[in-house]
């Protein structure tokens, strides 16, 4: 018989601020997890409510639980970190505060990982009081493998909520950029390094309110800035930068083509529009992955690229 510790271990980071409300609930389901081999780290950044006693009287009960506490608030990207910096399993989970998990989670997960850098799956949207709302996220998003990081260069999302990966892939990882979110960072660099696989089945209960802080689907939230265009287009260059930076220098094909791209963002030139046109136009099916796009909204896309960069 396999005892628990001959299991691979895997972490369990939970990041937590001012999540007192549904925090019990998420705990628990990551205890009754299937999967026999598990730490949990919660990381909680400053907060003002219950959230650190709840969180402290786990970790009393529970041997596997460890609680890094901050009296500064760094944000929810840098409060990730931290905890990804402890995490000592082979496999490393990222845990919202808010949500439930199914109890196959884990276990689906970490089948279903081979030879993938990082896998994530389905989830079922509840509202704040656990009541279904009937509706996947695959219904809202369009979940796919992702396999070249010329997906990423307008946007894709792979929920950190639903993902588990190894932790090897954090060597590449750290420091995280505060330009974009973890899971969009740690999904980036996964599909360089290994690939990106969609498990299709619901294993999260994912929770829809409006204190989400990121992610939640159609929530009020009242006024938010609006950048100006000079904002988006900085921006977009840097954000760029950032990509071809952190992409593989393999296979060549796609560095070259970021490195075109990026050269294509530094101005508005007659030149570069063109170029810009042109590679989003080549490119434009890989580009629009994640996106259901047909054909011919792809191609106004590549020609609006004329006259902005996002």
């Given at each position: 018989?396999?005892?628990?510790?001959?299991?691979?271990?895997?972490?369990?980071?939970?990041?937590?601020?001012?999540?007192?409300?549904?925090?019990?609930?998420?705990?628990?389901?990551?205890?009754?997890?299937?999967?026999?081999?598990?730490?949990?780290?919660?990381?909680?950044?400053?907060?003002?409510?219950?959230?650190?006693?709840?969180?402290?009287?786990?970790?009393?009960?529970?041997?596997?639980?460890?609680?890094?506490?901050?009296?500064?608030?760094?944000?929810?990207?840098?409060?990730?970190?931290?905890?990804?910096?402890?995490?000592?399993?082979?496999?490393?989970?990222?845990?919202?505060?808010?949500?439930?998990?199914?109890?196959?989670?884990?276990?689906?997960?970490?089948?279903?990982?081979?030879?993938?850098?990082?896998?994530?799956?389905?989830?079922?949207?509840?509202?704040?009081?656990?009541t279904s709302l009937h509706r996947k996220m695959s219904e809202l998003r369009h979940y796919i493998d992702y396999r070249n990081p010329l997906m990423y260069v307008i946007g894709v999302w792979s929920p950190g909520h639903a993902m588990l990966f190894?932790?090897?892939?954090?060597?590449?990882?750290?420091?995280?950029?505060?330009?974009?979110?973890?899971?969009?960072?740690?999904?980036?660099?996964?599909?360089?390094?290994?690939?990106?696989?969609?498990?299709?089945?619901?294993?999260?209960?994912?929770?829809?309110?409006?204190?989400?802080?990121?992610?939640?689907?159609?929530?009020?939230?009242?006024?938010?800035?609006?950048?100006?265009?000079?904002?988006?287009?900085?921006?977009?260059?840097?954000?760029?930068?950032?990509?071809?930076?952190?992409?593989?220098?393999?296979?060549?094909?796609?560095?070259?083509?970021?490195?075109?791209?990026?050269?294509?963002?530094?101005?508005?030139?007659?030149?570069?529009?063109?170029?810009?046109?042109?590679?989003?136009?080549?490119?434009?099916?890989?580009?629009?992955?994640?996106?259901?796009?047909?054909?011919?909204?792809?191609?106004?896309?590549?020609?609006?690229?004329?006259?902005?960069?996002?």
């Amino acid at each position: 018989m396999i005892t628990a510790t001959e299991w691979p271990l895997v972490s369990v980071v939970v990041a937590t601020y001012n999540g007192g409300r549904f925090l019990r609930q998420q705990i628990d389901s990551v205890l009754a997890q299937t999967y026999p081999n598990l730490e949990i780290i919660i990381t909680d950044d400053a907060s003002a409510d219950d959230t650190l006693q709840i969180a402290q009287s786990y970790q009393e009960q529970q041997a596997n639980i460890r609680l890094l506490r901050s009296t500064v608030n760094h944000g929810y990207i840098k409060n990730f970190e931290r905890g990804l910096r402890e995490a000592k399993g082979e496999y490393v989970a990222l845990c919202d505060q808010d949500d439930i998990w199914l109890p196959e989670k884990i276990a689906a997960l970490v089948k279903a990982l081979g030879d993938h850098a990082l896998v994530y799956c389905d989830s079922a949207l509840i509202d704040e009081a656990g009541t279904s709302l009937h509706r996947k996220m695959s219904e809202l998003r369009h979940y796919i493998d992702y396999r070249n990081p010329l997906m990423y260069v307008i946007g894709v999302w792979s929920p950190g909520h639903a993902m588990l990966f190894r932790r090897s892939l954090l060597e590449d990882c750290f420091p995280f950029p505060r330009l974009v979110t973890q899971d969009f960072w740690l999904s980036f660099i996964a599909s360089g390094r290994g690939g990106v696989h969609f498990v299709d089945q619901c294993l999260v209960l994912y929770r829809q309110h409006s204190a989400n802080a990121i992610g939640g689907i159609k929530m009020k939230r009242g006024k938010k800035h609006r950048p100006s265009r000079r904002e988006q287009t900085a921006v977009a260059r840097e954000r760029m930068q950032l990509l071809y930076d952190h992409c593989p220098s393999l296979p060549a094909a796609v560095k070259e083509t970021l490195g075109r791209l990026l050269e294509s963002y530094q101005s508005f030139s007659f030149r570069n529009n063109c170029l810009r046109v042109a590679l989003f136009y080549r490119y434009r099916h890989l580009l629009h992955a994640s996106k259901r796009k047909g054909e011919f909204m792809q191609r106004v896309y590549a020609l609006k690229m004329f006259f902005k960069l996002v």
